[in-house]
């Protein structure tokens, strides 16, 4: 079985100041991470993900994250925040992408807000 | 775009009805999922589908069943609709092709009063 824990469910940051959002995972295989972005009454958004090789990966937005395996952790972070960042973040974890192993575990979720 | 539409967008229905939410792909994918989003949960498995006619359940699937009839197609019923299951449905889809990550629908908000 898989799991995510997302430490905090919202956290508040001054635009221009460093971004993270905590994500740790519970996996009995290596996992495949990803994090998604959740805009109001939109659909989920893919930010980035790890899946093998290079263990930080950068995606969009000016968004990274690196994938520790000593830690099972897969923090997200942004070195300066944007008004536009303000969303909800999703961690989630999968154990391959063929049958059973597809299917995605989430988070529960973190709110970003983002102030002058 | 993804090439996911789900529908209907939005839905109120009665306790005790039947309701139909549709999920329709243009990309041929072969892993189709319903989840459902709610406050402090995050989004949960209800259903997936590797193929068709070949389904499986999630983590809350009770009260739900899909059926597969055709690739492109992915269909959740709420058999007899409760309050608990006002939420919003998400309909996802996955490739097999190494390294890929499921793309999702734009949702359904469905209301069960």
């Known amino acids: 079985a898989q799991s995510v824990t997302q430490l905090g469910s919202h956290v508040s940051v001054s635009e221009g100041a460093l971004v993270l959002l905590r994500c740790n995972y519970s996996?009995?295989?290596?996992?495949?991470l990803f994090w998604y972005v959740q805009y109001p009454n939109q659909g989920l958004q893919l930010l980035l993900k790890?899946?093998?090789?290079?263990?930080l990966v950068k995606g969009i937005n000016g968004f990274e994250a690196e994938f520790k395996k000593s830690e099972t952790s897969f923090h997200l972070t942004k070195p300066s925040a944007h008004m536009s960042d303000a969303a909800e973040y999703f961690c989630?974890?999968?154990?391959?992408?063929?049958?059973?192993?597809?299917?995605?575990?989430f988070g529960t979720g973190t709110r970003l807000q983002v102030t002058l | 775009d993804a090439g996911i539409t789900q529908s209907p967008r939005h839905k109120v229905t009665e306790t005790g009805t039947p309701v139909t939410l549709r999920c329709h792909q243009t990309?041929?994918?072969?892993?189709m999922y319903w989840y459902r989003q709610d406050p402090g949960h995050g989004l949960r498995l209800i259903h997936y589908?590797?193929?068709?006619?070949?389904?499986d359940k999630g983590e809350v699937s009770d009260g739900y069943s899909v059926s597969r009839s055709k690739t492109e197609d992915f269909l959740l019923t709420l058999e007899s609709a409760t309050s608990s299951q006002t939420s919003v449905y998400f309909c996802?889809?996955?490739?097999?092709?190494?390294?890929?990550?499921?793309?999702f629908g734009q949702g359904t908000r469905l209301t069960v009063v």
């Open positions: 996996s009995s295989v290596p996992p495949y």
């Open positions: 790890y899946t093998t090789g290079a263990t």
């Open positions: 996802a889809i996955r490739t097999l092709r190494e390294n890929t990550e499921a793309f």
């Open positions: 589908s590797y193929g068709v006619k070949d389904t």
């Open positions: 990309e041929n994918h072969r892993y």
């Open positions: 989630a974890v999968s154990a391959g992408n063929t049958g059973t192993a597809s299917k995605l575990t």
